[in-house]
């Protein structure tokens, strides 16, 4: 089965159906009054984290002190995670903190976006198969596209996102100056769970060299408490590779991809824009279009569900920095003669969710029950049968899971029409 | 709206897991007849059947019909108007495209009346 990054702590969920409602492809239920996962649909999203309200629901991330099993322990850090601490704090006593907290070198996730930006322009150009070609940047989009929209599959950029670029850099970088590799760890601060799944269950084929993903709140909350007891003893025990380019910091915003991309490309963020538009395109409805970014996160990495500050400040923020930077960070040239931007991947696998069953003469026939049923539920989509609405109690009827009797309303339609039908009318229970 | 019942049978298409490709045709193809529904009929009637071998879609509408088949089929040929045209619709491409993607496609059309088209796209 597929490797989560959210897990729901039972103990902690007290069952209110938030994140079933919002779950973008169905993957949860209420049952004996918990929350249940269908790990099959799940993408990683993290819709379901933002909603609950006794956070119930958990990212599962390395524990920092395995940082002290490496000798060398490099943390590659997002821009976002700089962004977060607005004007409060420079960049150096954020990178005084995390040298005190035992990273030995820190360095920008987005180092190797200048090297990525023209392997993605010389991909596009040279690619045979249909457009558009859809980024690799978002591993929960890559993830959706596999559940459910497996015709887009091989249209998914088969070269890797900057973060595992600048992780090859690192490692080769130490291997080049003679470190024994063993001795060298790799870190990723994350501003969400979708990249953590990514690095520990990867698809097309690549092992990360990431030994460990950090939860960017939990880095957040250490530094920005290790700031308020200020001890100003900033001994740095290597060099800061923290400087990027103007287009490195702006990558994971949205637009960040498709504003230097040739040909016609666009920028979609939020998981309900992002369906709507793989449908618009499967229906052909839209066409010509050469690149497409797509990202779960409504404003992208900025609204990150691991990510502290509002995401309209962290974006303005990175806009601001942005001005101050070079086209191409000092890196770059060094970045060149030590890695590729081109670390390319397989074809990504679909796994299409089976709705009904995989015969489809059964499938069928449960389709044909499901919508006999559909008529007999009332088509308000409560939620009171522990489904996100009723056409998914009439699936989970026909396959087994539920029956007719999960609707609350069915029964209280029963006890007393007047009531119910003065609220919902008459129709609803007499198709 | 035209895209309505396309939308529809995609759905239920790739929710039995029909392969992406057969549904591509079958989107393609209603999607074509749909607009042609909108474009020149009065009113229209579709209705699709699913079984485990085939697709077989039927639309049936009220409307001016149609003069000259053959010629209809004919790629580029197209009764649009230039403004039309310059909306980036009437290409003379709507039958021609629904030809290219069906299995077997049969027309009826009495010119004043309406037109009945069935198409049908085999699932393997």
Known sequence: MFHHALRIRQEACIGCSRCMRVCPTEALRVTGGKATLHPGLCVDCGECFNVCPSRAIVVEDDDITQIFNYKHRILLIPAIFFAQFQEKLTLEEINSVLYEIGFTELCTVEQGVDLLVDEINKYIDTFEGSKPVISSFCPAVIRLIQVRFPVFADQILRLLPPLEVTAQYYREDYARHGVPLDDVGIFYVTPCAAKIAAIKAPVGGYVSPINGVINMTQLYNKVFLAYK????????????????????????????????????SLAIDSMPNVIDFLERLENEEITGVDYLELRACDMSCCGGILVQSNRFLVKERLDQLAKDLPDKHPLDESFRETCSGCIPMDKIEPRAMVKYHSDINIALERMEESRRLRRLLPNIDCGACGAPSCEALADDIVCGRASLDNCLLIHAHEADPATIEQIWGKKRFNK | MAGTASSQVKRALKQLGVDASVIKRVVVALYEAEVNIVAHAYKGIITADIDPERVFLRLVDEGPGIEDIEKAMTPGFSTASQEVREMGFGAGMGLPNISRNADVLNIHSIPGKGTTLEITILIK
């Not at chain 1, 007891?229 to 915003?253: F, M, P, Y």
């Open chain 1, 229 to 264: 007891q200020k001890r100003n003893d900033s001994e740095h025990c290597s060099l800061v590779h923290s400087s990027l380019s103007k287009t490195g910091i702006q990558w994971a915003t949205t637009g960040g991809e498709a504003s230097h991309i040739r040909g016609r």
